[in-house]
């Protein structure tokens, strides 16, 4: 990921869900609401030099800013962010969710982002699964997965 210009970031979680260690409590060993230790191992290097800790929980974040702004590089992508807004039918019809009830108020409430047609709407899904298919295995994946709804539908969702 990191040599397409798509790198992550490892930020560790409280094993319940209470706390990101990010900004000012990156520095702290255990959750200040539950108290469970942040880390599921310590162990010492043979010499005693060196201290390894392994967190118990670990979010991966993966910068959207970046993934669109690679996505827009192309003038063709680029010229479809406004396909919702120029091309699309408007006859009363269903057919993307710009023709939506939801869309229209959402326009109404935020005037300043719908007046510019090239801003980017999106919508997120998620679900969780257990990749090695063992349930006694706590590990877990939660993709995210973003879809831009400025595309014509045959774009939005491949």
Known sequence: MKSIGIGYQ???ACENDCMLYRK???KLDSCPKCKVSRWKSI?????????YKVPRKVLRYFPIKKCLQRLFLSSNTASLTRWHDEDRKKD??????????LWKDFDEK???FAKDSRNIRL???TDGFNPFRTMNVSYSVW???CIPYNFPPSMCMK
């Open 110 to 112: 935020h005037k300043e």
């Open 24 to 26: 000012n409590d990156a």
């Open 92 to 101: 009363g019809l269903l057919r993307h969710p710009a023709d939506s009830p």
């Open 10 to 12: 490892s930020i560790h």
């Open 123 to 125: 919508a997120f899904a």
């Open 143 to 145: 993709p995210g997965i």
């Open 43 to 51: 162990r010492k290097s043979l010499v005693g030099k060196h201290t």
